[in-house]
T-cell receptor, first 113, second 111 residues
Framework: KAGVTQTPRYLIKTRGQQVTLSCSPI?????VSWYQQTPGQGLQFLFE???????NKGNFPGRFSGRQFSNSRSEMNVSTLELGDSALYLC????????????FGQGTRLTVV | QKEVEQDPGPLSVPEGAIVSLNCTYS??????FMWYRQYSRKGPELLMY????GNKEDGRFTAQVDKSSKYISLFIRDSQPSDSATYLC???????????FGKGTLLTVNP
């Protein structure tokens, strides 16, 4: 069974640009959540989607947005990139997002210059 | 008070040692407890999952939960150099559909 797949693995962007990251969950999983990981803050929750509906959003500015498609695949978008957005962005999937086993992808490392 | 507190270490032990990693949490609504292992430049890998007080064992790993004290632990027996990684505790609770993580403990097992 394939794991959680994130693309691309690495990205370098310039301040002010926007970026879209993609996540394919484990087959059969309908909950997809996104986290930002930085050395200083650790893993911070961005948002969670289930059946194309956002059920929760973390404390991030509106520049961070996401969506989920009918096949459970998800994308997150960051607009007007800032240097502080440089981080490892992690996608996690689970069956229903209610506390069961949750698996992570390898992440997308975003560097903003 | 942070929802989940974890000593960041770093922790350095000789090969074969017993390692104890710990987290405390503040919200009694937390119900599900996980430990992840993260190697450098990789995503977190689920190691242990439990939802009740007590011990759960899987090979060299034992997860322990004490809900009355709001304290969770991960023990690694006969530690190996390949166990060198960052260990993250993660807790799920309530209806907010998210995991709350500790900051992670960096473990180095020296041959």
């Amino acid at each position: 069974k394939a794991g959680v797949t994130q693309t691309p693995r690495y990205l370098i962007k310039t301040r002010g640009q926007q970026v879209t990251l993609s996540c394919s969950p484990i087959s059969g999983h309908r909950s997809v959540s996104w986290y930002q990981q930085t050395p200083g803050q650790g893993l911070q929750f961005l948002f969670e989607y289930f059946s194309e509906t956002q059920r929760n959003k973390g404390n991030f500015p509106g520049r961070f947005s996401g969506r989920q498609f009918s096949n459970s695949r998800s994308e997150m978008n960051v607009s007007t990139l800032e240097l502080g957005d440089s981080a490892l962005y992690l996608c996690a999937s689970s069956s229903s997002g209610t506390g069961e086993l949750t698996f992570f992808g390898q992440g997308t490392r975003l560097t903003v210059v | 008070q942070k929802e989940v507190e974890q000593d960041p270490g770093p922790l350095s032990v000789p090969e074969g040692a017993i390692v104890s990693l710990n987290c405390t949490y503040s919200n009694s609504a937390f119900q599900y407890f996980m430990w992840y292992r993260q190697y450098s430049r990789k995503g977190p890998e689920l190691l242990m999952y439990t939802y009740s007080s007590g011990n759960k064992e899987d090979g060299r790993f034992t997860a322990q939960v004490d809900k009355s004290s709001k304290y969770i632990s991960l023990f690694i027996r006969d530690s190996q150099p390949s166990d060198s990684a960052t260990y993250l505790c993660a807790i799920f609770g309530g209806s907010n559909y998210k995991l709350t993580f500790g900051k992670g403990t960096l473990l180095t097992v020296n041959p």
